[in-house]
T-cell receptor
């Protein structure tokens, strides 16, 4: 699976959009970009994933650049409950490699 | 409600004792996983199961055992052979092997 690079920490004001970047310059054509988050002392929560096209669900939007070397997770209206560590993971689906590899992630602090 | 449950949330064990952590899912997922998370660290795969009555070792299986007798259940036993069992244990499931994984709330095991 391709390596990812994320900022160590970010702050965001409550009610504003939180934009979390991820660099994955060595991504292969069949690798998906996944985002999870982990609130302190809880299990990781799946947020969204995509291959090439931008994706949106009830939690967030995922913007993937045309060359697929980077992506941005957007939380449109951040709340205090969005304070968590956010992980960007690149992996191939439906292959022999079944474990998720979580890096160090971005610690997002939403400020009141 | 569909989801993954883990019990108990907190577990204390004396050194030298075996202990079993429960993981149940009602999502009708074929694949299930056990991960271990140490403070400030990423997740490491202990065991995974693609289908009932089948399971494979992950990266750190020594000192652990599992069973998969029912589709919805994947209990993990931490044996006395596990040298550093104190950790946060996470169970996950996915519709099929390699597809999106969803996590339970976790069990925090402390060895006294």
């Amino acid at each position: 699976d391709a390596k990812t690079t994320q900022p160590t920490s970010m702050d965001c004001a409550e009610g504003r959009a939180a934009n979390l970047p991820c660099n994955h310059s060595t991504i292969s054509g069949n690798e998906y970009v996944y985002w999870y988050r982990q609130i302190h002392s809880q299990g990781p929560q799946y947020i969204i994933h995509g291959l090439k096209n931008n994706e949106t669900n009830e939690m967030a939007s995922l913007i993937i650049t045309e060359d697929r070397k980077s992506s941005t997770l957007i939380l449109p209206h951040a709340t205090l409950r969005d304070t968590a560590v956010y992980y960007c993971i690149v992996r191939v689906s439906d292959t022999g490699r079944r474990a998720l590899t979580f890096g160090s992630g971005t610690r997002l602090q939403v400020q009141p | 409600d569909g989801g993954i449950t883990q019990s108990p949330k907190y577990l204390f064990r004396k050194e030298g004792q075996n202990v079993t952590l429960s993981c149940e899912q009602n999502l009708n997922h074929d694949a299930m996983y056990w991960y271990r998370q140490d403070p400030g660290q990423g997740l490491r795969l202990i065991y995974y199961s693609q289908i009932v009555n089948d399971f494979q070792k992950g990266d750190i299986a020594e000192g652990y055992s599992v069973s998969r007798e029912k589709k919805e259940s994947f209990p993990l036993t931490v044996t006395s052979a596990q040298k550093n069992p104190t950790a946060f244990y996470l169970c996950a499931s996915s519709p099929s092997s390699g597809s999106t994984q969803y996590f339970g709330p976790g069990t925090r095991l402390t060895v006294l």
